[in-house]
């Protein structure tokens, strides 16, 4: 994918709107009943790579992280003070939320799997902790999931967990200590048993689940 200037007429704008923000204030303020405190917002790490005429409202958008998914890149922007975060592959721009949830970004904050539905998770870090939001690519559209993913344990992740060619989204929280796992359209699937460390979770960090290690989250 080339550089240079996205043309307007093929840039998707605003899919996260003022409603769906705070919608995902609502929800991460919820997920954090587990006892997590927040952090208070902070700015993306600084990026050197910039993307000549293309705008990400207070400046030219700067490259923060980039992947690869069927042979094409794509690639995580954000504007100078390390907001207005955008999504871009190929002619589709995206713009996601995850520093107005009070999160940083830095160099791996985008990871994608490649599958016969791919998806990308945009994560924003806060002190131990992770917020991440999903976008999800199906007959060449990418789309996001209107569904902020908090985790206390500082991990959220996508493997496939139901061996179906397409991956789950992984949440691993501290209070109680277990891993949930959603659906990429956002529903919930199952949580794991309840460990007393996070280091107990098969496969911990690159956290590993079956079918059968889910049950009903309570």
């Known amino acids: 994918m080339g550089r240079g200037s996205t043309p307007r007429s093929v840039v998707v704008t605003a899919v996260l709107t003022a409603v769906v923000a705070l919608s995902a204030l609502v929800t991460v303020r919820l997920l954090r ?10 700015a993306a790490a600084a990026s050197t790579a910039v993307i000549a005429g293309a705008d990400c409202g207070d400046g030219p958008c700067q490259v923060v992280s980039q992947a690869s998914v069927h042979g094409e890149q794509v690639e995580l922007l954000a504007g100078p003070g390390g907001g207005n975060v955008r999504f871009q592959a190929g002619a589709s721009v995206l713009e996601v939320a995850v520093t107005q949830l009070g999160g940083r970004l830095d160099a791996n904050s985008l990871t994608c799997v490649t599958a016969a539905v791919s998806a990308c998770l945009v994560q924003a870090r806060q002190e131990n902790a992770t917020i991440a939001e999903l976008v999800v690519e199906r007959a060449g559209t990418w789309r996001p999931v209107a569904k902020p993913y908090y985790s206390s344990a500082g991990l959220v992740r996508l493997t496939d967990v139901g061996g179906d060619d397409a991956p789950e989204v992984v949440v691993v929280q501290t209070a109680p200590v277990l891993a949930r796992v959603f659906a990429l359209d ?23 689940l079956a079918p059968g290690d889910l049950r009903a989250c309570s």
């Open 33 to 42: 009943a587990d006892g997590t405190a927040a952090a208070p917002p902070a």
């Open 186 to 208: 956002g529903s919930a699937l199952g949580c794991t048993q309840r460990y007393t460390s996070v280091s107990q979770l098969p496969g911990w960090p690159e956290v590993q």
